[in-house]
Protein backbone atom coordinates (compact mmCIF):
# COMPACT_ATOMS: atom_id res chain seq x y z
CA UNK A 1 0.00 0.00 0.00
CA UNK A 2 1.56 3.35 -0.81
CA UNK A 3 1.62 5.99 1.77
CA UNK A 4 -0.29 8.56 0.52
CA UNK A 5 -3.57 5.58 0.30
CA UNK A 6 -3.00 5.13 3.95
CA UNK A 7 -5.00 7.93 5.51
CA UNK A 8 -7.54 8.06 2.93
CA UNK A 9 -8.24 4.27 3.33
CA UNK A 10 -7.58 4.36 7.30
CA UNK A 11 -10.15 7.42 7.08
CA UNK A 12 -12.70 5.45 4.29
CA UNK A 13 -12.45 1.98 6.59
CA UNK A 14 -13.37 4.24 10.31
CA UNK A 15 -16.51 6.04 8.04
CA UNK A 16 -17.72 2.90 7.05
CA UNK A 17 -17.52 1.07 10.06
CA UNK A 18 -19.54 3.31 11.86
CA UNK A 19 -22.12 4.21 9.10
CA UNK A 20 -22.56 0.03 9.34
CA UNK A 21 -22.85 0.14 13.25
CA UNK A 22 -25.35 3.08 13.17
CA UNK A 23 -27.00 0.82 10.49
CA UNK A 24 -27.06 -1.83 12.44
CA UNK A 25 -29.15 0.02 15.38
CA UNK A 26 -31.13 1.23 12.40
CA UNK A 27 -31.82 -2.21 11.40
CA UNK A 28 -33.44 -2.59 15.43
CA UNK A 29 -35.43 0.25 14.80
CA UNK A 30 -36.57 -1.24 11.74
CA UNK A 31 -37.96 -4.38 13.58
CA UNK A 32 -39.89 -3.07 15.95
CA UNK A 33 -41.22 0.67 13.73
CA UNK A 34 -40.78 -0.60 10.38
CA UNK A 35 -41.86 -4.21 10.48
CA UNK A 36 -44.11 -3.64 13.92
CA UNK A 37 -44.78 -0.12 14.04
CA UNK A 38 -43.81 -0.05 17.37
CA UNK A 39 -42.22 3.32 18.30
CA UNK A 40 -39.33 3.74 20.33
CA UNK A 41 -37.98 7.36 21.52
CA UNK A 42 -35.31 5.94 23.76
CA UNK A 43 -32.77 4.12 21.23
CA UNK A 44 -29.54 5.79 23.14
CA UNK A 45 -31.32 4.04 26.16
CA UNK A 46 -30.88 0.78 24.83
CA UNK A 47 -28.30 1.41 22.89
CA UNK A 48 -26.34 2.83 25.98
CA UNK A 49 -27.44 -0.61 28.01
CA UNK A 50 -25.67 -2.38 25.50
CA UNK A 51 -22.25 -0.31 25.04
CA UNK A 52 -21.66 -0.51 29.02
CA UNK A 53 -22.51 -3.81 29.69
CA UNK A 54 -20.56 -5.51 27.40
CA UNK A 55 -17.45 -3.04 28.29
CA UNK A 56 -18.33 -3.78 32.14
CA UNK A 57 -18.33 -7.81 31.40
CA UNK A 58 -14.90 -7.57 29.54
CA UNK A 59 -12.76 -4.62 31.18
CA UNK A 60 -9.74 -5.60 33.39
CA UNK A 61 -10.21 -4.42 36.94
CA UNK A 62 -10.62 -0.93 37.40
CA UNK A 63 -11.09 1.26 40.71
CA UNK A 64 -13.35 3.85 38.62
CA UNK A 65 -16.20 1.40 37.27
CA UNK A 66 -17.58 -1.87 38.61
CA UNK A 67 -15.40 -4.26 36.25
CA UNK A 68 -12.48 -7.02 36.57
CA UNK A 69 -14.66 -9.74 35.07
CA UNK A 70 -12.28 -9.89 31.83
CA UNK A 71 -14.55 -11.46 30.14
CA UNK A 72 -14.07 -12.26 26.08
CA UNK A 73 -15.35 -9.42 23.78
CA UNK A 74 -17.94 -12.17 22.08
CA UNK A 75 -19.15 -13.09 25.78
CA UNK A 76 -19.67 -9.13 26.58
CA UNK A 77 -21.54 -8.86 22.67
CA UNK A 78 -23.92 -11.72 23.48
CA UNK A 79 -24.31 -10.02 27.03
CA UNK A 80 -25.05 -6.80 25.87
CA UNK A 81 -27.60 -8.60 23.39
CA UNK A 82 -29.40 -9.99 25.99
CA UNK A 83 -29.68 -7.25 28.41
CA UNK A 84 -30.82 -4.59 26.36
CA UNK A 85 -33.36 -7.59 24.68
CA UNK A 86 -34.39 -8.25 28.19
CA UNK A 87 -34.93 -4.62 29.15
CA UNK A 88 -36.87 -4.24 25.85
CA UNK A 89 -39.06 -7.06 26.67
CA UNK A 90 -39.45 -5.32 30.36
CA UNK A 91 -40.83 -2.16 28.71
CA UNK A 92 -42.73 -4.49 26.20
CA UNK A 93 -44.80 -6.12 28.86
CA UNK A 94 -45.52 -3.23 30.89
CA UNK A 95 -46.86 -0.64 27.78
CA UNK A 96 -47.82 -2.74 24.91
CA UNK A 97 -50.84 -3.84 26.34
CA UNK A 98 -51.81 -0.16 26.61
CA UNK A 99 -52.23 2.81 24.14
CA UNK A 100 -49.22 3.32 21.56
CA UNK A 101 -48.55 6.28 22.59
CA UNK A 102 -47.83 5.48 25.99
CA UNK A 103 -45.21 2.73 24.74
CA UNK A 104 -43.71 6.12 23.60
CA UNK A 105 -43.48 7.95 26.84
CA UNK A 106 -41.62 4.82 29.07
CA UNK A 107 -38.82 4.24 26.04
CA UNK A 108 -38.37 8.04 26.29
CA UNK A 109 -38.08 7.94 29.99
CA UNK A 110 -35.54 4.75 29.83
CA UNK A 111 -33.73 6.71 28.10
CA UNK A 112 -33.41 9.48 30.91
CA UNK A 113 -32.89 6.94 33.38
CA UNK A 114 -30.38 5.21 31.64
CA UNK A 115 -28.68 8.35 31.16
CA UNK A 116 -29.19 9.47 34.64
CA UNK A 117 -27.26 5.77 35.95
CA UNK A 118 -24.70 6.13 33.70
CA UNK A 119 -23.58 9.81 34.76
CA UNK A 120 -25.04 8.70 38.57
CA UNK A 121 -24.31 5.20 39.96
CA UNK A 122 -20.22 6.04 39.44
CA UNK A 123 -19.52 2.95 41.10
CA UNK A 124 -20.93 0.85 38.02
CA UNK A 125 -20.93 3.03 35.35
CA UNK A 126 -17.75 5.56 35.90
CA UNK A 127 -19.92 8.16 35.83
CA UNK A 128 -18.74 11.06 33.78
CA UNK A 129 -15.68 9.36 33.44
CA UNK A 130 -17.20 6.65 31.65
CA UNK A 131 -15.02 3.32 30.70
CA UNK A 132 -12.09 2.93 29.41
CA UNK A 133 -9.90 0.22 28.28
CA UNK A 134 -12.43 -1.45 26.89
CA UNK A 135 -10.42 -4.74 24.74
CA UNK A 136 -10.41 -4.14 21.45
CA UNK A 137 -11.54 -6.97 18.74
CA UNK A 138 -7.82 -6.12 16.67
CA UNK A 139 -5.59 -4.47 19.04
CA UNK A 140 -2.70 -6.24 18.15
CA UNK A 141 -2.80 -4.26 14.87
CA UNK A 142 -3.76 -0.66 16.35
CA UNK A 143 -0.26 0.31 15.62
CA UNK A 144 -1.09 0.71 12.09
CA UNK A 145 -4.31 2.71 11.50
CA UNK A 146 -5.19 1.56 8.22
CA UNK A 147 -5.03 -1.97 8.76
CA UNK A 148 -6.99 -1.76 12.39
CA UNK A 149 -9.63 0.22 10.71
CA UNK A 150 -10.03 -2.72 7.91
CA UNK A 151 -9.93 -5.31 9.75
CA UNK A 152 -12.44 -3.73 12.10
CA UNK A 153 -14.36 -2.68 9.13
CA UNK A 154 -14.40 -6.22 7.65
CA UNK A 155 -15.36 -7.57 11.43
CA UNK A 156 -18.44 -4.91 11.37
CA UNK A 157 -19.65 -5.65 7.90
CA UNK A 158 -19.22 -9.40 8.66
CA UNK A 159 -22.29 -8.85 11.76
CA UNK A 160 -24.26 -6.46 10.11
CA UNK A 161 -24.48 -8.46 6.78
CA UNK A 162 -25.39 -11.54 8.87
CA UNK A 163 -28.26 -9.58 10.52
CA UNK A 164 -29.44 -7.95 7.34
CA UNK A 165 -29.67 -11.71 5.76
CA UNK A 166 -31.46 -12.98 9.07
CA UNK A 167 -33.43 -9.97 8.97
CA UNK A 168 -34.74 -10.64 5.39
CA UNK A 169 -35.58 -14.43 5.89
CA UNK A 170 -37.27 -13.15 9.04
CA UNK A 171 -39.46 -10.72 6.85
CA UNK A 172 -40.29 -13.30 4.59
CA UNK A 173 -41.04 -15.56 6.98
CA UNK A 174 -44.56 -16.51 8.52
CA UNK A 175 -43.20 -14.71 11.46
CA UNK A 176 -42.50 -11.13 9.41
CA UNK A 177 -46.04 -11.84 8.06
CA UNK A 178 -47.87 -11.87 10.97
CA UNK A 179 -46.04 -8.91 12.43
CA UNK A 180 -47.21 -6.91 9.20
CA UNK A 181 -50.58 -8.10 9.86
CA UNK A 182 -50.96 -6.58 13.21
CA UNK A 183 -49.56 -3.30 12.13
CA UNK A 184 -52.07 -3.27 9.00
CA UNK A 185 -54.99 -4.58 10.97
CA UNK A 186 -54.65 -5.97 14.36
CA UNK A 187 -58.26 -7.24 14.48
CA UNK A 188 -57.98 -9.11 11.06
CA UNK A 189 -54.75 -10.63 12.77
CA UNK A 190 -56.74 -11.63 15.91
CA UNK A 191 -58.98 -13.28 14.24
CA UNK A 192 -56.71 -15.80 12.74
CA UNK A 193 -55.50 -16.35 16.20
CA UNK A 194 -52.41 -14.58 16.16
CA UNK A 195 -51.75 -13.18 19.69
CA UNK A 196 -51.00 -9.28 18.84
CA UNK A 197 -49.06 -8.55 22.23
CA UNK A 198 -47.03 -11.63 21.78
CA UNK A 199 -45.95 -11.07 18.13
CA UNK A 200 -45.29 -7.29 18.87
CA UNK A 201 -43.30 -8.05 22.25
CA UNK A 202 -41.28 -10.60 20.32
CA UNK A 203 -40.27 -7.92 17.29
CA UNK A 204 -39.84 -5.32 20.32
CA UNK A 205 -37.10 -7.40 22.64
CA UNK A 206 -35.48 -8.23 18.76
CA UNK A 207 -35.45 -4.82 18.01
CA UNK A 208 -33.80 -4.20 21.44
CA UNK A 209 -31.38 -6.63 21.51
CA UNK A 210 -29.82 -5.59 17.56
CA UNK A 211 -29.21 -2.04 19.09
CA UNK A 212 -27.60 -3.29 22.32
CA UNK A 213 -25.41 -5.38 19.84
CA UNK A 214 -24.60 -2.34 18.28
CA UNK A 215 -23.77 -0.18 20.99
CA UNK A 216 -21.23 -2.84 22.13
CA UNK A 217 -19.94 -3.05 18.81
CA UNK A 218 -18.72 0.72 19.21
CA UNK A 219 -17.59 0.50 22.13
CA UNK A 220 -15.18 -2.03 21.56
CA UNK A 221 -14.48 -0.02 18.34
CA UNK A 222 -13.51 3.30 19.86
CA UNK A 223 -12.67 1.52 23.15
CA UNK A 224 -14.10 4.29 25.56
CA UNK A 225 -17.72 5.25 26.39
CA UNK A 226 -19.20 8.10 28.55
CA UNK A 227 -22.59 8.99 28.69
CA UNK A 228 -22.41 11.84 26.75
CA UNK A 229 -21.73 9.75 24.01
CA UNK A 230 -26.10 8.59 24.58
CA UNK A 231 -27.74 11.60 24.80
CA UNK A 232 -31.33 12.38 22.93
CA UNK A 233 -29.66 13.27 19.88
CA UNK A 234 -28.32 9.74 19.02
CA UNK A 235 -32.15 8.89 18.82
CA UNK A 236 -32.91 11.41 16.37
CA UNK A 237 -30.09 11.10 14.37
CA UNK A 238 -31.49 7.01 14.17
CA UNK A 239 -35.34 8.04 13.60
CA UNK A 240 -33.24 10.01 10.90
CA UNK A 241 -31.81 7.77 9.36
CA UNK A 242 -34.82 4.79 9.02
CA UNK A 243 -37.22 7.84 7.96
CA UNK A 244 -35.01 9.29 5.25
CA UNK A 245 -33.81 5.57 4.14
CA UNK A 246 -37.52 4.11 4.28
CA UNK A 247 -38.91 2.08 7.33
CA UNK A 248 -40.09 -0.77 6.56
CA UNK A 249 -37.32 -2.01 4.21
CA UNK A 250 -33.80 -3.10 5.82
CA UNK A 251 -31.79 -2.13 2.43
CA UNK A 252 -33.36 1.28 3.68
CA UNK A 253 -32.91 1.35 6.57
CA UNK A 254 -28.78 0.86 5.84
CA UNK A 255 -29.19 3.45 3.39
CA UNK A 256 -30.79 5.90 5.34
CA UNK A 257 -27.92 5.07 7.99
CA UNK A 258 -25.14 5.85 5.60
CA UNK A 259 -26.47 8.96 3.85
CA UNK A 260 -27.67 10.94 7.19
CA UNK A 261 -24.35 9.37 8.56
CA UNK A 262 -22.31 11.08 5.71
CA UNK A 263 -24.39 14.07 5.83
CA UNK A 264 -23.81 14.71 9.89
CA UNK A 265 -19.58 13.48 9.37
CA UNK A 266 -19.23 16.28 6.40
CA UNK A 267 -21.05 19.24 8.05
CA UNK A 268 -19.05 18.18 10.93
CA UNK A 269 -16.09 18.89 8.72
CA UNK A 270 -17.13 21.93 7.66
CA UNK A 271 -18.52 23.94 10.77
CA UNK A 272 -14.78 22.58 12.40
CA UNK A 273 -12.94 24.07 9.22
CA UNK A 274 -14.73 27.48 8.42
CA UNK A 275 -17.06 28.39 11.45
CA UNK A 276 -14.43 30.46 14.03
CA UNK A 277 -13.83 28.15 17.70
CA UNK A 278 -16.13 30.96 19.26
CA UNK A 279 -19.27 29.75 17.84
CA UNK A 280 -18.74 25.93 17.14
CA UNK A 281 -21.10 25.75 19.75
CA UNK A 282 -23.55 27.23 18.01
CA UNK A 283 -22.76 26.16 14.39
CA UNK A 284 -23.63 22.59 16.24
CA UNK A 285 -26.38 23.70 17.73
CA UNK A 286 -27.65 24.46 13.98
CA UNK A 287 -26.44 21.25 12.73
CA UNK A 288 -28.99 19.51 14.89
CA UNK A 289 -31.85 21.90 13.62
CA UNK A 290 -31.18 20.81 10.19
CA UNK A 291 -31.48 17.27 11.47
CA UNK A 292 -35.13 18.04 13.01
CA UNK A 293 -36.37 20.10 10.27
CA UNK A 294 -35.16 16.99 7.70
CA UNK A 295 -37.11 14.27 9.98
CA UNK A 296 -40.33 16.05 10.01
CA UNK A 297 -40.24 17.44 6.93
CA UNK A 298 -39.94 13.63 5.44
CA UNK A 299 -42.58 12.86 7.48
CA UNK A 300 -44.99 15.05 5.59
CA UNK A 301 -43.34 15.63 2.62
CA UNK A 302 -42.08 11.54 2.03
CA UNK A 303 -42.96 9.26 4.40
CA UNK A 304 -42.24 6.10 2.88
CA UNK A 305 -38.63 7.06 3.37
CA UNK A 306 -35.86 7.12 -0.49
CA UNK A 307 -36.98 3.16 -0.18
CA UNK A 308 -40.04 3.23 0.81
CA UNK A 309 -41.18 -0.41 1.52
CA UNK A 310 -41.74 -3.20 -0.89
CA UNK A 311 -45.30 -4.77 -0.77
CA UNK A 312 -43.98 -8.56 0.39
CA UNK A 313 -46.31 -10.89 1.13
CA UNK A 314 -45.04 -14.53 0.60
CA UNK A 315 -42.00 -15.49 -1.50
CA UNK A 316 -44.19 -17.94 -2.75
CA UNK A 317 -46.71 -16.23 -4.41
CA UNK A 318 -44.34 -15.99 -7.32
CA UNK A 319 -45.01 -19.88 -7.41
CA UNK A 320 -48.75 -19.51 -7.69
CA UNK A 321 -48.73 -16.73 -10.18
CA UNK A 322 -46.01 -19.15 -12.33
CA UNK A 323 -48.67 -22.19 -11.96
CA UNK A 324 -51.89 -20.19 -12.19
CA UNK A 325 -50.41 -19.04 -16.05
CA UNK A 326 -51.78 -21.05 -18.47
CA UNK A 327 -49.04 -22.99 -20.15
CA UNK B 1 -37.09 14.39 56.77
CA UNK B 2 -38.29 17.71 57.46
CA UNK B 3 -42.04 19.02 56.28
CA UNK B 4 -40.21 21.51 54.55
CA UNK B 5 -40.42 18.89 51.76
CA UNK B 6 -44.19 19.32 51.23
CA UNK B 7 -43.13 23.16 50.70
CA UNK B 8 -40.61 22.25 47.95
CA UNK B 9 -42.65 19.75 46.65
CA UNK B 10 -45.63 21.60 46.39
CA UNK B 11 -43.82 24.61 44.25
CA UNK B 12 -42.06 22.39 41.73
CA UNK B 13 -45.41 20.26 41.44
CA UNK B 14 -47.26 23.01 40.58
CA UNK B 15 -44.78 24.04 37.99
CA UNK B 16 -44.69 20.86 36.47
CA UNK B 17 -48.84 20.68 36.24
CA UNK B 18 -48.73 23.97 34.52
CA UNK B 19 -47.68 21.94 31.36
CA UNK B 20 -49.20 18.68 32.41
CA UNK B 21 -52.48 20.54 31.70
CA UNK B 22 -51.62 21.58 28.34
CA UNK B 23 -49.81 18.07 27.54
CA UNK B 24 -53.22 16.25 28.39
CA UNK B 25 -55.80 18.68 26.53
CA UNK B 26 -53.72 17.74 23.48
CA UNK B 27 -53.58 14.52 24.37
CA UNK B 28 -57.10 14.26 24.49
CA UNK B 29 -58.21 16.08 21.75
CA UNK B 30 -55.93 16.40 19.29
CA UNK B 31 -54.81 12.31 20.74
CA UNK B 32 -51.02 11.65 20.73
CA UNK B 33 -48.45 12.45 22.91
CA UNK B 34 -46.74 15.60 22.29
CA UNK B 35 -43.10 15.30 22.21
CA UNK B 36 -42.49 19.16 21.84
CA UNK B 37 -44.70 20.71 25.07
CA UNK B 38 -41.49 20.71 26.50
CA UNK B 39 -40.44 23.05 23.84
CA UNK B 40 -43.16 25.33 24.66
CA UNK B 41 -42.30 25.76 28.49
CA UNK B 42 -38.80 26.21 27.29
CA UNK B 43 -39.63 28.92 24.48
CA UNK B 44 -42.51 30.36 26.58
CA UNK B 45 -39.42 31.37 29.48
CA UNK B 46 -36.84 33.08 26.53
CA UNK B 47 -39.84 34.80 25.24
CA UNK B 48 -40.52 36.25 28.78
CA UNK B 49 -36.98 37.03 29.33
CA UNK B 50 -36.78 38.93 26.20
CA UNK B 51 -39.66 40.83 26.84
CA UNK B 52 -39.06 41.88 29.78
CA UNK B 53 -35.92 43.10 28.40
CA UNK B 54 -37.64 45.28 25.71
CA UNK B 55 -40.05 46.30 28.18
CA UNK B 56 -37.84 47.66 30.35
CA UNK B 57 -35.79 49.11 28.01
CA UNK B 58 -37.72 50.67 25.34
CA UNK B 59 -40.83 51.57 27.12
CA UNK B 60 -39.07 52.99 30.15
CA UNK B 61 -41.00 50.38 32.85
CA UNK B 62 -38.62 49.79 35.53
CA UNK B 63 -36.43 46.58 36.13
CA UNK B 64 -36.33 46.76 39.34
CA UNK B 65 -37.24 44.28 41.87
CA UNK B 66 -40.95 44.59 43.25
CA UNK B 67 -40.75 44.22 47.23
CA UNK B 68 -40.72 41.62 49.00
CA UNK B 69 -40.39 39.70 45.18
CA UNK B 70 -37.22 39.40 43.13
CA UNK B 71 -40.00 39.51 39.88
CA UNK B 72 -39.96 43.27 38.31
CA UNK B 73 -42.85 44.91 36.94
CA UNK B 74 -41.44 44.97 33.42
CA UNK B 75 -41.58 40.48 34.12
CA UNK B 76 -44.88 40.83 35.69
CA UNK B 77 -45.75 42.58 32.05
CA UNK B 78 -44.27 40.67 30.15
CA UNK B 79 -45.50 37.32 31.03
CA UNK B 80 -49.25 37.40 29.39
CA UNK B 81 -47.44 39.08 26.31
CA UNK B 82 -45.01 35.96 26.53
CA UNK B 83 -48.15 33.64 27.25
CA UNK B 84 -49.87 35.26 24.14
CA UNK B 85 -46.15 34.92 22.08
CA UNK B 86 -45.89 30.70 23.00
CA UNK B 87 -49.47 30.43 22.22
CA UNK B 88 -49.20 32.16 18.83
CA UNK B 89 -45.85 29.34 18.23
CA UNK B 90 -47.96 26.79 19.41
CA UNK B 91 -50.61 27.51 16.48
CA UNK B 92 -47.51 28.18 13.78
CA UNK B 93 -46.44 24.84 14.88
CA UNK B 94 -49.61 23.12 14.55
CA UNK B 95 -50.52 24.93 11.06
CA UNK B 96 -46.94 24.00 10.00
CA UNK B 97 -47.21 20.25 10.54
CA UNK B 98 -49.30 18.46 12.78
CA UNK B 99 -52.31 19.86 10.93
CA UNK B 100 -50.72 18.38 7.72
CA UNK B 101 -50.84 14.86 9.40
CA UNK B 102 -54.37 15.47 11.13
CA UNK B 103 -56.24 12.14 10.04
CA UNK B 104 -54.09 11.78 7.09
CA UNK B 105 -51.82 9.05 8.31
CA UNK B 106 -51.55 6.48 11.52
CA UNK B 107 -51.66 8.59 14.31
CA UNK B 108 -48.44 7.93 15.88
CA UNK B 109 -46.43 9.58 13.13
CA UNK B 110 -47.53 12.89 14.32
CA UNK B 111 -45.81 12.01 17.28
CA UNK B 112 -42.60 11.45 15.34
CA UNK B 113 -43.06 14.52 13.62
CA UNK B 114 -43.38 16.21 17.65
CA UNK B 115 -40.10 14.59 18.63
CA UNK B 116 -38.41 15.68 15.50
CA UNK B 117 -40.07 19.56 16.01
CA UNK B 118 -38.69 18.94 19.64
CA UNK B 119 -35.16 18.63 18.45
CA UNK B 120 -35.65 21.65 15.93
CA UNK B 121 -37.08 23.82 18.52
CA UNK B 122 -34.89 23.42 21.00
CA UNK B 123 -31.36 23.18 18.88
CA UNK B 124 -32.68 26.68 17.46
CA UNK B 125 -33.19 28.10 20.78
CA UNK B 126 -29.79 27.48 21.98
CA UNK B 127 -28.47 28.70 18.75
CA UNK B 128 -30.00 32.05 19.51
CA UNK B 129 -29.30 32.17 22.76
CA UNK B 130 -26.37 30.05 23.18
CA UNK B 131 -26.73 27.08 26.31
CA UNK B 132 -25.46 29.27 28.91
CA UNK B 133 -28.05 29.65 31.18
CA UNK B 134 -29.57 32.97 31.77
CA UNK B 135 -31.86 34.44 34.53
CA UNK B 136 -34.79 36.43 35.43
CA UNK B 137 -33.01 37.52 38.39
CA UNK B 138 -30.03 37.08 40.35
CA UNK B 139 -31.09 38.39 43.51
CA UNK B 140 -30.86 35.63 46.19
CA UNK B 141 -34.17 35.55 48.24
CA UNK B 142 -34.49 34.29 51.76
CA UNK B 143 -37.01 32.15 52.62
CA UNK B 144 -39.84 33.66 55.58
CA UNK B 145 -41.31 31.49 57.60
CA UNK B 146 -44.97 30.89 56.97
CA UNK B 147 -46.24 28.81 59.39
CA UNK B 148 -46.00 25.04 60.89
CA UNK B 149 -42.40 25.66 61.15
CA UNK B 150 -42.13 25.63 57.29
CA UNK B 151 -40.67 27.99 54.84
CA UNK B 152 -40.84 29.58 51.73
CA UNK B 153 -39.76 32.84 49.65
CA UNK B 154 -42.29 35.53 48.76
CA UNK B 155 -41.76 34.00 45.15
CA UNK B 156 -42.98 30.39 45.24
CA UNK B 157 -45.25 31.29 47.66
CA UNK B 158 -46.84 33.99 44.64
CA UNK B 159 -46.07 31.48 42.47
CA UNK B 160 -47.99 28.69 44.05
CA UNK B 161 -50.77 31.28 44.02
CA UNK B 162 -50.65 32.17 40.45
CA UNK B 163 -50.58 28.42 38.96
CA UNK B 164 -53.22 27.36 41.50
CA UNK B 165 -55.07 30.58 39.72
CA UNK B 166 -54.64 29.45 36.98
CA UNK B 167 -55.45 25.71 37.03
CA UNK B 168 -58.63 26.50 38.81
CA UNK B 169 -59.48 29.09 35.85
CA UNK B 170 -58.83 26.43 32.98
CA UNK B 171 -61.14 24.04 34.87
CA UNK B 172 -63.88 26.70 35.43
CA UNK B 173 -63.78 27.45 31.29
CA UNK B 174 -63.97 23.67 30.66
CA UNK B 175 -66.36 23.00 33.18
CA UNK B 176 -68.59 26.09 32.39
CA UNK B 177 -68.54 27.62 29.23
CA UNK B 178 -69.68 26.84 25.58
CA UNK B 179 -66.41 26.27 24.50
CA UNK B 180 -65.30 23.78 27.26
CA UNK B 181 -68.29 21.97 26.49
CA UNK B 182 -67.03 21.65 22.52
CA UNK B 183 -63.64 20.55 23.99
CA UNK B 184 -64.83 17.91 26.18
CA UNK B 185 -67.61 17.07 23.18
CA UNK B 186 -63.97 17.20 20.63
CA UNK B 187 -62.37 14.96 23.19
CA UNK B 188 -64.78 11.95 23.25
CA UNK B 189 -65.63 11.77 19.73
CA UNK B 190 -64.37 14.37 17.37
CA UNK B 191 -66.40 13.04 14.49
CA UNK B 192 -69.86 13.30 16.67
CA UNK B 193 -68.90 16.47 17.68
CA UNK B 194 -68.50 17.79 13.98
CA UNK B 195 -72.08 16.71 13.15
CA UNK B 196 -73.81 18.10 16.19
CA UNK B 197 -72.39 21.40 14.98
CA UNK B 198 -68.72 22.27 17.26
CA UNK B 199 -66.53 23.64 15.00
CA UNK B 200 -63.58 20.81 15.36
CA UNK B 201 -61.06 22.86 14.07
CA UNK B 202 -61.65 26.11 16.34
CA UNK B 203 -61.55 23.64 19.15
CA UNK B 204 -58.58 22.40 18.42
CA UNK B 205 -56.77 25.79 17.90
CA UNK B 206 -58.17 27.20 20.75
CA UNK B 207 -56.62 23.87 22.90
CA UNK B 208 -52.74 24.56 21.15
CA UNK B 209 -53.11 28.21 22.26
CA UNK B 210 -54.25 27.06 25.69
CA UNK B 211 -51.60 24.39 26.27
CA UNK B 212 -48.92 27.13 24.87
CA UNK B 213 -50.05 29.87 27.32
CA UNK B 214 -49.87 27.89 30.52
CA UNK B 215 -46.72 25.87 29.51
CA UNK B 216 -45.28 29.33 28.89
CA UNK B 217 -46.26 30.63 32.28
CA UNK B 218 -44.96 27.44 33.72
CA UNK B 219 -41.59 27.95 31.86
CA UNK B 220 -41.22 31.47 33.38
CA UNK B 221 -42.05 29.76 37.06
CA UNK B 222 -39.38 27.63 36.30
CA UNK B 223 -36.90 30.16 35.03
CA UNK B 224 -37.80 32.24 38.34
CA UNK B 225 -37.10 29.42 40.31
CA UNK B 226 -34.14 27.71 39.34
CA UNK B 227 -32.73 29.07 35.66
CA UNK B 228 -33.27 29.51 31.97
CA UNK B 229 -31.69 27.17 29.79
CA UNK B 230 -32.48 25.75 26.61
CA UNK B 231 -32.77 22.18 27.89
CA UNK B 232 -34.88 23.18 30.97
CA UNK B 233 -38.57 22.16 28.91
CA UNK B 234 -36.87 18.93 27.59
CA UNK B 235 -36.12 18.02 31.23
CA UNK B 236 -39.52 18.45 32.33
CA UNK B 237 -41.13 16.86 29.79
CA UNK B 238 -41.03 13.34 31.45
CA UNK B 239 -42.58 14.65 34.72
CA UNK B 240 -45.37 16.14 32.59
CA UNK B 241 -46.22 13.07 31.06
CA UNK B 242 -45.86 10.79 34.11
CA UNK B 243 -48.48 13.75 35.53
CA UNK B 244 -50.68 13.71 33.03
CA UNK B 245 -51.15 9.82 33.28
CA UNK B 246 -51.10 9.69 36.95
CA UNK B 247 -53.84 12.00 36.77
CA UNK B 248 -56.09 10.24 34.19
CA UNK B 249 -55.67 11.59 30.11
CA UNK B 250 -58.04 14.27 29.67
CA UNK B 251 -59.02 15.89 32.74
CA UNK B 252 -57.47 18.87 34.29
CA UNK B 253 -57.34 18.18 37.87
CA UNK B 254 -56.15 15.47 37.31
CA UNK B 255 -53.12 16.60 36.01
CA UNK B 256 -52.61 19.44 38.48
CA UNK B 257 -52.68 16.89 41.39
CA UNK B 258 -50.90 14.49 39.73
CA UNK B 259 -48.01 16.84 39.19
CA UNK B 260 -48.15 18.17 43.02
CA UNK B 261 -47.90 14.23 43.65
CA UNK B 262 -44.63 14.17 41.46
CA UNK B 263 -43.45 17.22 42.97
CA UNK B 264 -43.87 15.78 46.22
CA UNK B 265 -42.19 12.57 45.26
CA UNK B 266 -39.36 14.78 43.87
CA UNK B 267 -38.74 16.41 46.43
CA UNK B 268 -38.61 13.31 48.92
CA UNK B 269 -36.12 11.78 46.88
CA UNK B 270 -34.17 14.70 46.52
CA UNK B 271 -33.90 14.55 50.50
CA UNK B 272 -33.00 11.12 50.99
CA UNK B 273 -31.29 9.94 47.80
CA UNK B 274 -29.65 13.38 46.29
CA UNK B 275 -30.44 16.07 44.08
CA UNK B 276 -28.86 13.73 41.07
CA UNK B 277 -32.15 11.26 41.42
CA UNK B 278 -34.56 13.66 40.82
CA UNK B 279 -35.29 12.51 37.71
CA UNK B 280 -35.61 9.32 38.05
CA UNK B 281 -38.95 10.11 40.10
CA UNK B 282 -40.98 11.21 37.18
CA UNK B 283 -40.01 7.27 35.56
CA UNK B 284 -40.56 5.19 38.89
CA UNK B 285 -44.01 7.04 39.08
CA UNK B 286 -44.86 6.61 35.17
CA UNK B 287 -44.11 2.88 35.48
CA UNK B 288 -46.32 2.84 38.35
CA UNK B 289 -49.58 4.02 37.26
CA UNK B 290 -48.64 2.02 34.24
CA UNK B 291 -48.57 -1.16 35.93
CA UNK B 292 -51.28 -0.68 38.83
CA UNK B 293 -53.74 1.69 37.17
CA UNK B 294 -53.34 2.76 33.76
CA UNK B 295 -56.14 5.01 33.04
CA UNK B 296 -54.65 7.66 36.27
CA UNK B 297 -56.72 8.78 39.21
CA UNK B 298 -59.54 10.39 37.24
CA UNK B 299 -59.46 8.63 34.20
CA UNK B 300 -62.31 6.37 33.46
CA UNK B 301 -61.83 2.37 32.18
CA UNK B 302 -60.91 2.40 28.17
Known sequence: MSADLVGPIAYASFFLSMALMNGLVCLGLNVQWGQTGLFNVGVAGFVAIGAYVSAILTTPASNIHLGGFALPILVGWAGAAIAAGGASALVGALTLRLRADYLAITTFGV???????????????GGAFGVAFIPRPFDSLSSSPALYNMANLALVAIVVLTVYFALETLTLSPWGRVLRAIREDERAAMSLGKSPTRYRLQAFALGGALMGLAGAMEAHFIGFIAPENYLSSLTFQVWAMLIVGGSGNNRGALLGAAIVWALWTLSGLVISDLVPATYEARAAALRLVAIGVLLAAMIVIRPRGLVGERALVSRHIGDLDAAATPR | ???????????SGALIGLGA??????YSILR????AHGEFVTFGAYAALALSAVISSQVGVSGEALEPFSISLALVLAVPLAMALTAAFALALDHLLFSRLRGKSEAISVVMA?????????AAIEFVFTSRPSYFNRELQIAQPIGFGLKATPNQLAM????????????????????????????????????????????????????????????????LLVQIRPFMGFDLLLPMFAAAILGGIGSVPGAFVGALIVGLAEALTVQLAGAEWRAAVAFVALVGVLLIRPTGIAGRAA
Open chain 2, 1 to 11: MTPQVVVDGLI
Open chain 2, 160 to 223: LVVAVALTTGVYLLLARTQLGRSMRAVSENPSLARVAGVDVERTIRFTWALGGALASAGGVMAG
Open chain 2, 114 to 122: SFGASLAIR
Open chain 2, 21 to 26: IGLTLT
Open chain 1, 111 to 125: AVVVQLAALNAQRVT
Open chain 2, 32 to 35: FANF
